[in-house]
Nanobody
Framework: QVQLVESGGGLVQFGGSLRLACTVS????????VGWFRQAPGKAREAVSC????????LYAEPAKGRFTISRSTDKKTVSLDINNLTPEDTAVYLC??????????????????????WGQGTQVTVSS
């Protein structure tokens, strides 16, 4: 089973930027799509973006369009999420899941969290107003 570690979160001011990283610690991401989800206090976990194994496909949920950019490193060990113009509504724990059967396609944002085989521990993003 793949093990993932998220990093890069922190406390930022309104309008600031962050780069989050999802790095594989055990296993390989070479053949898997990877997604980014977030969970704010008291709210359901929601998918914000995904990237296919080849990086040819990247998708964004509505709240992420225009401000989030997902990418993979050339060695495919890290998937990054760049977030610009942060607002307090972006405050959440950000997590990256993967699963060999779940690919980054139009149906990705409908997958439930229980369908994913591997999750990291998450990284906290807090945006001050």
């Amino acid at each position: 089973q793949v093990q993932l570690v998220e990093s890069g979160g922190g406390l930022v001011q309104f309008g600031g930027s962050l780069r989050l990283a999802c790095t594989v610690s055990i296993g390989t991401l070479d053949y898997y799509s990877v997604g980014w989800f977030r969970q704010a206090p008291g709210k359901a976990r929601e998918a914000v973006s995904c990237i296919s194994a080849s990086a040819a496909t990247t998708l964004y949920a509505e709240p992420a369009k225009g401000r989030f950019t997902i990418s993979r490193s050339t060695d495919k060990k890290t998937v990054s999420l760049d977030i610009n113009n942060l607002t307090p509504e972006d405050t959440a724990v950000y997590l990256c899941p993967t699963d060999p059967e779940l690919t980054c396609t139009a149906g990705y944002f409908g997958y439930s969290k229980t369908q994913f085989d591997s999750w990291g521990q998450g990284t906290q993003v807090t945006v001050s107003s």
